[in-house]
């Protein structure tokens, strides 16, 4: 076995840790293991130097993880509030004495997975977006992907009102994350009926015909589109992508539909994922091989 071409890609989650090889071509050598997330820094250092202790057949330690990442693939600039205050101080390389240690924002890894195995292979440019609890976001210009001068490039904050109304997770208010995340849908529901459901019955309501729950699920699709008509404007891409936990509900065809009837640069592709779901630690892998 050439281990120079094999990473141990690992992909660190508020809730689950999941590991495995992978090789050059993205192919996983075996099922990922599954771990719970240690709620305290510590657990999660000693979890993670565990895991790559095991993974003799590696060259390298790829980090999928929540967070803005600095270009130098090394820290973890800023953390998320699934994981543990003081997450973006942790020293990942001092876990692994013996194999250097990249680390990637776990929605630029699924974009990099997308890009050479999934949805948008063979496309030059793309945009990756996941959507969840949160929205996060990897843009690919001309087969690289988009960092930035800090590594905090794809963060998707931009605004989509002025009304202050809508609290998002970053701090501010109204973002393109506060209409399009899982959040945003339940917002959106409660902004038309002045009610309170959570994403699971707004799905299942709309399933069963009901009115207020596909009106709801209807404009929260037109929220997305606004916003990829914006990133489309600005980055003239080819194929936008959706992934996450909600992006199963959203329409594809009619929402490429929308934004194409607006767009000032040329036509877009909208399209769900294909990478799977261990897009992030299977891109994170991919990248630290083609660093290394």
């Keep these: 076995m ?4 094999i990473a141990l890609g690992i992909d660190i989650g508020g809730t689950k840790i999941y590991a495995t090889l992978v090789d050059k071509n993205g192919k996983m050598l075996s099922e990922p ?3 719970a997330t240690p709620k305290t820094i ?6 993670l130097s565990g895991i790559i202790k095991t993974a003799k057949d590696a060259s390298i330690v790829a980090l999928s993880t929540a967070g803005a990442v600095n270009n130098e ?27 250097p240690v990249f680390v990637e924002n776990d929605a630029n890894c699924a974009a990099w997975a997308e890009h050479m195995i999934g949805a948008a292979k063979g496309a030059r440019h793309s945009i990756t977006l996941t959507l969840g609890t949160g929205v996060g976001g990897g843009i690919i210009i001309d087969n690289r992907l988009l960092k930035g001068k800090s590594g905090a490039a794809g963060e998707m904050h931009f605004k989509m009102s002025l009304s202050r109304q809508r609290p998002c997770t970053c701090g501010t208010f109204d973002c393109f994350e506060s209409y399009v995340s899982g959040r945003g849908l339940v917002l ?6 002045n009610k309170e459901l959570t994403t699971y019955q707004i799905i299942e309501n709309a399933k069963n015909a009901d009115a207020g729950c596909i009106l709801a699920l209807d404009i929260w699709q037109r929220h997305l589109a606004d916003g990829l008509i914006g990133l489309n404007d600005i980055f003239d891409t080819e194929i936008i992508v959706l992934s996450g936990s909600m992006a199963q509900f959203v329409e594809v065809e009619y929402v490429q539909k929308l934004v194409n009837k607006e767009v000032v640069t040329s036509p877009v592709l909208v399209k769900h994922a294909s990478a799977g779901n261990f897009a992030g630690l299977i891109g994170a892998a ?3 091989l083609n660093k290394n």
């Design 2 to 5: 050439n281990t120079g071409n």
């Design 33 to 35: 293991e599954k771990y």
């Design 42 to 47: 510590d657990g999660i250092k000693e979890k």
């Design 73 to 99: 693939n090394t820290k973890v600039l800023s953390s998320t509030g699934n994981l543990p205050s003081g997450y973006s101080d942790i020293d990942f390389q001092s876990l692994s004495p013996k194999k």
């Design 188 to 193: 959106t529901y409660r902004d038309i009926l």
């Design 286 to 288: 991919m990248l630290a």
